[in-house]
């Protein structure tokens, strides 16, 4: 029996679930692993199990860009590096606007293991595919986001497991997310080659877009928010019916960061009518809102981020080994593609007119 499972074991008896069934779930890109718990009385948990030690330091606020790269890349894109007390501290903050976070049953900060509330296997994406209208879903799931741009954006988090601060999603952090394209497709496409000419060019032509972002980091943003993600609750109210999970990377962002991962996902299509339809209720949801200047933003912040991911998935094919990434990275070039057409966003598609051939973008 390994240390860690010692540590389970301890920690599920010290929460009274010693004699809980136990049943692994899927793992996802991440370091964590989740069980199902089943009790005696048919009652369904969840064990979040996420060893400290399994990844980089979280970023201390203090720490210069230059100390964040050194630190290595949680510092870099300010992720939470897996550490429960963040989610604790996120749900914690959610549960108080009237949304649908886990409620956290028991929990050992200190080594990572945390008993969650069960929202069941309803996510978004499994209910559409079973033939549920996806209309409602993404409205709930808009008003859900709008619900949490409506209200104050705290500094810091507070929950079960101590406070967490809520960074901003700065020009460190968005900077570093597009260069993982430039660092993984040449690993993953050797026909690309990008020397330092063409990466002083790359950032150079996103650097208006970074900008206008970090300047417009004003709201909690999850990060991960889309239909893999999304647990449909139709039994609740409002706002409520829309279950969140994966919320530990949260950061304070520019409002189009959930938008765009939600209606530009990276696994499922998502019509265009729909997607404009969703942008319209949150427009109707946020009047004060300028809609063309968030629009713009939109589709640069799609853009980076559909890079960022294209470059993440080039990573977890090449590094880690995990080919079945590769299918989802024709729908991130086609959303890419689109984007780069928006004005505003010339300089990132003359890059790639001159530094992606065509053939590659596949």
């Not at 890349?73 to 749900?91: C, D, T």
């Not at 929202?119 to 209309?135: P, Q, S, W």
């Not at 080659?193 to 032509?205: L, M, N, P, T, V």
């Not at 609740?236 to 409002?255: E, S, T």
């Amino acid at each position: 029996m390994s240390d860690r499972e010692i540590l389970r074991l301890s920690f599920l008896a010290a929460a009274g679930l010693a004699e809980a069934t136990r049943a692994s779930l899927p793992g996802d890109a991440s370091t964590r692993r989740y069980e199902r718990l089943t009790t005696a009385d048919g009652r369904s948990l969840m064990l979040m199990d996420q060893a400290p030690a399994a990844e980089s330091l979280p970023c201390d606020p203090a720490w210069s860009p230059e100390q964040r790269q050194a630190r290595g890349w949680n510092a870099v894109a300010r992720l939470s590096a897996g550490r429960i007390e963040a989610f604790a501290a996120v749900a914690a903050h959610l549960k108080s606007l009237g949304l649908s976070a886990p409620e956290v049953i028991a929990l050992d900060a200190p080594n990572g293991l945390a008993v969650l509330e069960d929202f069941g296997d309803g996510l978004f994406a499994r209910v559409i595919e079973t033939g549920a209208d996806e209309t409602p879903l993404y409205l709930a799931a808009i008003e859900a986001l709008a619900a949490i741009h409506e209200a104050p954006t705290p500094d810091v988090l507070s929950g079960p497991g101590g406070d967490w601060p809520l960074l901003a999603y700065d020009q460190t952090a968005l900077q570093g997310g597009a260069d993982l394209f430039v660092d993984w497709l040449p690993k993953l496409k050797p026909e690309l080659d990008f020397d330092e000419a063409a990466i002083a060019a790359w950032r150079a032509a996103w650097t208006p877009t970074v900008e206008r972002a970090a300047a417009g980091a004003a709201v909690l943003a999850h990060r991960d928010y889309h239909a893999e993600n999304l647990i449909w609750l139709p039994e609740r109210d409002g706002v409520a019916r829309v279950g969140m999970i994966d919320f530990q990377d949260a950061v304070r962002a520019h409002p189009s960061w959930d938008l765009h991962s939600l209606l530009q996902d990276a696994r499922r299509d998502v019509s265009p009518a729909l997607e404009h339809a969703a942008l319209d209720r949150y427009f109707a949801l946020r009047p004060l809102v300028d809609r063309d200047a968030f629009l713009r933003d939109y589709a640069g912040l799609a853009a980076l981020n559909e890079a960022r991911i294209l470059g993440i998935f080039a990573r977890l094919i090449v590094r880690d080994g995990k080919p079945r990434y590769a299918a989802f990275m024709p729908r991130m070039w086609a959303h890419l593609a689109r984007n780069l057409e928006q004005q505003g966003l010339e300089p990132v598609a003359d890059w790639f007119a001159r530094y992606v051939p065509k053939e590659t973008r596949r």
